[in-house]
């Protein structure tokens, strides 16, 4: 089924002046975050019971109706979108996790951003080979049988695109949080240590680099270090629990914890070892920054610290005075999320959220800020500081850093602008 980016908004043209863009001293006096009180949020008196509902009526489906499960009825919105015109063609395309729809820190399989270059490989997993050659003592070739033969871990991560709101580096672009940060999951990966893998073959002692390669039509390939490969780098082949999803690299994927997603390489068939990078396009002219002095960035492989806040966001409208529970996400490449501050007046007052759920490194952190709303216009921010003490930078910040030819690795701040209505949009303070 065909979905219409509906609530998208395309680029305005002018981001760097005109409505969208905020003077930081301009809203006076705004909500601030307050105590609760619990009267307010339960209104409605309990009615006098008058009436009884079909679904108290009649038998429902029984269990052979359903044999794989699907979300509620009532939940058909909650899908991955896309932007047609992002992209000149459907098979190397992305589409974005719906953010503002989810809760937690683990992303459903059926709601994972895709991003491919040469569309959804299916392959029968008894077809499936991985080989490893190169500087190996033993170059071998395994099947998927082999590999679930080598003791396994379990492991949650993020994965995020270096393209994630590649959109916004030269202002407020797409209105929602589905699009300019919908580009990342975080699952549960069952799979084998890479390191146990390549112990098997016995890398030489000059190699230093590794191309993993994938089956797909994009043949997608990197260069990982090898010391990042014996680190925390898996072979996974399931998912929350289940076999990945083919639109994830079925039958087997590469798992590179912090790094940027396109190292992440989907249908594995084939790792090189080498003793030095190969400079594939993926990591010269594609997934590179280029800065302001014509140089580019050689290598940008970990995904900082980054925070968003799902709710409310423009998919998802303020819709009560009164109390109300701000959600967002925060992550960060280089470790654990330690603290999360929360603003809703532009920056002028942070407030600490509250992280709810496990705090494991690599991994979506969920967090929290209960507040209270007297309708009043809003300016929300989030900012993530990870164990490393790497604070998350405004966007300007990243902008004098690096200029404004870059797609790639924006973690900047991301503003929502709420207004009296409860609507909101993408804005940036300045
Ligand atoms: N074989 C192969 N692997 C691939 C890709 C691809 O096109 N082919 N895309 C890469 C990119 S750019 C990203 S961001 C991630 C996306 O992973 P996902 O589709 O599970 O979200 O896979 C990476 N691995
Ligand atoms: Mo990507």
Redesign the pocket.
Same mark, same amino acid.
């Given at each position: 089924m065909k979905k219409e980016p509906r609530d998208i908004r395309p680029a305005d043209g002018q981001s760097d002046n005109g409505r969208r863009r905020f003077l930081k001293g301009g809203l006076a006096a705004l909500g601030g975050v307050a105590a609760t009180s619990v009267a307010a949020r339960a209104a409605t008196p309990a009615p006098e019971i008058t009436e009884v509902q079909e679904w108290n009526q009649f038998l429902g489906d029984g269990v052979a109706a359903r044999p794989y499960g699907m979300p509620s009825q009532f939940e058909k919105h909650v899908v991955r979108r896309d932007v047609e015109w992002l992209t000149a063609s459907r098979e190397?395309s992305v589409n974005f996790t719906p953010l503002h729809d989810l809760d937690g820190i683990i992303t459903p399989n059926g709601l994972?951003?895709? $991003?491919?270059?040469?569309g959804i490989?299916e392959i029968p997993p008894e077809k499936h080979r991985l080989m490893i050659n190169g500087l190996v003592d033993r170059e071998l070739v395994f099947t998927m049988d082999d590999l679930k033969r080598f003791p396994r871990v379990n492991r949650i991560f993020f994965?995020?695109?270096?393209?994630n709101s590649g959109m916004e580096w030269r202002g407020a672009q797409l209105n929602g949080c589905q699009f300019t940060h919908g580009?990342v999951?975080c699952v549960q990966y069952t799979g084998v240590l890479l390191k146990t893998v390549l112990e098997e073959c016995g890398v030489k002692t000059n190699a230093k680099w590794l191309m993993p390669e994938?089956?797909?039509a994009?043949?997608?390939n990197r260069s990982v270090p090898l010391e990042k490969a014996l680190d925390d780098c898996m072979l996974a082949f399931s998912m929350n629990g289940e076999a990945l999803r083919p639109?994830?690299?079925y039958p087997l $994927?590469l798992v590179v914890p912090g790094w940027?997603?396109?190292?992440?390489?989907?249908?594995?068939r084939r790792i090189e070892v080498g003793d030095q990078p190969w400079h594939t396009r993926?990591e010269t002219s594609k997934?590179t920054d280029l800065l302001e002095n014509g140089k580019s960035r050689r290598f940008t492989w970990v995904m900082d610290a980054k925070s968003v806040v799902t709710n409310p966001s423009p998919q998802a409208p303020l819709r009560f005075k009164g109390p109300n529970v701000l959600s967002g996400l925060a992550w960060s490449g280089r470790g654990a999320i330690k603290r999360v501050d929360v603003t809703l007046d532009g920056g002028k007052n942070w407030v600490t959220a509250d992280i709810q759920g496990p705090v494991l490194p690599k991994s979506l952190t969920r967090f929290y800020v209960n507040f209270e709303w007297d309708g009043k216009p809003l300016l929300i921010q989030s900012r993530a500081i990870d164990d490393t003490g790497y604070v998350q930078p405004t966007k300007n910040e990243l902008r004098a850093a690096r200029g404004t030819n870059s797609i790639y690795h924006n973690n900047g701040i991301q503003t929502w602008h709420v207004r009296e209505n409860g609507e909101v949009e993408n804005v940036e303070v300045s």
């Open positions: 190397s994972c951003f895709e $991003r491919h270059h040469g490989a994965l995020e695109c270096a393209a580009m999951h994938g089956a797909d994009s043949g997608m639109e994830q690299g $994927r940027e997603g396109n190292m992440w390489v989907k249908w594995l993926e997934y």
